[in-house]
């Protein structure tokens, strides 16, 4: 058995040389004191652990975190990339609409300026609200206007052309001139 004696105690030298207490101890452990101190280290051993373990998942945690943050920043800039690729896409199909329109405009246009007659009628104004086309103008007879009306419904892509509001009107008292107002329906 081992006895410890923390109080320790001295003992004389029998030496002549320089007398020098010693120190001893009484090392002794009962079998109580063996659980004590298995207990103390076991608990030491499991609190170093424990501080490990929470030192490497909070190394851990501190990680992910900047790892969500930058995923976060990286959605945003990927959401902001698809509304913008969204409005391209909105503008190209309205801008691919418009020249496959611009054609039947173009065609309507060259038309209409192609069977006018060419004795004494002229446009003053045009306009296009979706399918309807105004056509304002002045003539010397009722009879260029009546052709150029005939002409415009022989057109392919026109379906009614008619007067509007008061229809032929008489512009002069002394002359032969005429302002006429059509609106011409289109097709589609």
């Given at each position: 058995m081992i006895e410890i004696s923390l109080l320790g105690t001295t003992k004389k030298s029998k030496s002549k040389i320089g007398k020098?207490?010693?120190?001893?101890?009484?090392l002794s452990f009962g079998?109580?004191?063996?659980?004590?101190?298995?207990?103390?280290v076991i608990f030491v051993v499991e609190v170093v652990g424990i501080s490990l373990m929470t030192l490497k998942m909070n190394n851990e945690i501190e990680l992910l975190t900047q790892k969500r943050n930058k995923l976060r920043s990286i959605e945003k800039k990927v959401k902001t990339i698809k509304r913008q690729l969204?409005?391209?896409?909105?503008?190209?199909?309205?801008?691919?609409?418009?020249?496959?329109?611009r054609g039947r405009a173009y065609k309507i246009l060259e038309e209409i300026a192609n069977v006018m007659p060419t004795d004494g009628i002229w446009l003053t104004r045009f306009e296009k609200k979706g399918n309807t086309l105004t056509i304002e103008g002045k003539s010397f007879s009722t009879e260029a206007v009546a052709a150029y009306m005939t002409n415009l419904e022989n057109i392919k892509g026109v379906q009614k052309v008619r007067f509007r509001g008061k229809g032929l009107v008489r512009m002069s008292k002394y002359r032969n001139l005429y302002g006429f107002d059509l609106i011409v329906t289109l097709k589609g």
């Amino acid at each position: 058995m081992i006895e410890i004696s923390l109080l320790g105690t001295t003992k004389k030298s029998k030496s002549k040389i320089g007398k020098m207490p010693s120190v001893s101890f009484n090392l002794s452990f009962g079998t109580p004191n063996i659980f004590i101190l298995s207990f103390v280290v076991i608990f030491v051993v499991e609190v170093v652990g424990i501080s490990l373990m929470t030192l490497k998942m909070n190394n851990e945690i501190e990680l992910l975190t900047q790892k969500r943050n930058k995923l976060r920043s990286i959605e945003k800039k990927v959401k902001t990339i698809k509304r913008q690729l969204k409005q391209i896409n909105i503008k190209i199909s309205t801008i691919k609409r418009l020249s496959q329109n611009r054609g039947r405009a173009y065609k309507i246009l060259e038309e209409i300026a192609n069977v006018m007659p060419t004795d004494g009628i002229w446009l003053t104004r045009f306009e296009k609200k979706g399918n309807t086309l105004t056509i304002e103008g002045k003539s010397f007879s009722t009879e260029a206007v009546a052709a150029y009306m005939t002409n415009l419904e022989n057109i392919k892509g026109v379906q009614k052309v008619r007067f509007r509001g008061k229809g032929l009107v008489r512009m002069s008292k002394y002359r032969n001139l005429y302002g006429f107002d059509l609106i011409v329906t289109l097709k589609g």
